[in-house]
């Protein structure tokens, strides 16, 4: 029975958008499974353009109240970068506290040796600003996060009444050594499912292809949106059908995907032919 369960999606072709270094770990989960795994990034990362502002806010980090870590990619850069400067970024006193969008970034947060005392239960940026709600009011933030990040979460501390300081930690762009070739057939519906892990990723396929070809590819395979922010951006951009992972866990990813699948087979009219 364990064996079958860990291959309820063996033979799927499934492909992974996100930037590579972070696909590894979902990908070793996929083979596992017996899937296909395609890693084809559409976003890619890179320094700021001026370190100046994410330096002064580091140098003087022990000043805040709350560090608020949004993605993994928010917690290499920030540390990445303190490392480079030789500096902590914890004081002795414990300050700043560490709160974080969901899981991943919490886990990389621990990872890099911080301790953790918040975690979204829902894992957007608006939601973790609600959830800490008066904790906010008159707390100094620092909020380092991407160059594109969505604007709804520093709003939504400053409803709160956070003094915030949000400085850009790192860049994203879109990859520029693309496997066109093998995107392009993916384009076409060459694959069981894609997942998209950021709004990013979902502007760069339709900067690539064209809003239209994204939502005709939601008849050809799964398109799955990994988190509420990203299943807004796709539903902005005309997709309708769309399969849901609450998080960017593995295990969430992979529930949301054998759900799918599993649904379709149930669908399927009692005694029908395949043709």
Do not use: W
């Amino acid at each position: 029975m364990a064996e079958a369960s860990l291959m309820k999606l063996a033979g799927k072709r499934i492909v992974i958008t996100r930037a590579a270094a972070q696909s590894e770990a979902l990908a070793r989960e996929f083979s596992a499974r017996g899937v296909i795994p395609v890693v084809i990034p559409l976003v890619s990362f890179a320094d700021p353009e001026d370190f100046a502002p994410l330096d002064a806010a580091s140098a003087e980090s022990q000043r805040f109240d709350c560090m608020i870590l949004t993605s993994a990619q928010a917690v290499r850069a920030v540390f990445r970068r303190s490392e480079t400067l030789k500096r902590s970024l914890i004081g002795s006193e414990s300050k700043p506290r560490i709160a974080c969008v969901g899981p991943v970034s919490a886990e990389a947060a621990r990872q890099a040796g911080l301790i953790v005392e918040y975690v979204a239960e829902t894992h957007t940026g608006v939601a973790l600003a609600e959830e800490m709600g008066n904790r906010l009011q008159g707390a100094k933030v620092f909020l380092p996060r991407s160059d594109r990040a969505n604007p709804d979460l520093p709003r939504a501390l400053k409803r709160q009444g956070a003094q915030l300081t949000e400085v850009i930690a790192y860049r994203t762009q879109r990859p520029t050594d693309l496997d066109h070739e093998n995107l392009g057939q993916i384009a076409e519906g060459a694959a069981d499912a894609i997942l998209f892990f950021s709004p990013s990723a979902v502007q760069h396929f339709a900067e690539l292809y064209g809003s239209e070809q994204l939502r005709a590819l939601q008849d050809k395979l799964a398109i799955t949106a990994v988190g509420p922010v990203t299943a807004n951006a796709l539903r902005e951009a005309g997709v309708r059908r769309l399969v849901i992972s609450a998080d960017t866990t593995a295990a969430a990813v992979v529930e949301a995907l054998e759900k799918h699948f599993a649904g379709t087979v149930k669908q399927a009219p009692a005694g029908a032919k395949k043709v």
